[in-house]
Each structure stands twice: as C-alpha cells, then as structure tokens.
C-alpha cells in the first residue's frame, strides 16, 4: 500500500544518524530524519529537538 505525506517505518542503521525529537502535543520521544519530522504516535508536526 502507498501513502502520500504519512509517516515513514524504516530502520536506522549506524551510517544514518537520526537526531532526536519531542512531540509538544503528546511528549512521544522518537528519532527522525528531514526538515519538517511528525511524531509516530499522533502524527503532529509540533515537535522540537532535544
């Protein structure tokens, strides 16, 4: 199935460097990767970098 602007599951591994994030709506703490991250669990983007 293809999704358009939905989150993305893939895997990191020791070459890609994540940089670590939390959501300001629900406090989800996740790594992500782009100009414009969106939390997994409640898919927002007001999230900030910590």
């Known amino acids: 199935m293809c999704t358009v602007g939905g989150p ?3 895997e990191f591994n020791e070459r890609v460097k994540g940089k670590n994030y939390r959501c300001k709506d629900c406090g989800e703490r996740f790594k992500g990767l782009g100009k414009r991250p969106m939390c997994p669990s409640c898919q927002s983007e007001n ?4």
């Open 8 to 10: 993305v599951d893939i």
């Open 47 to 50: 999230v900030e970098e910590i």
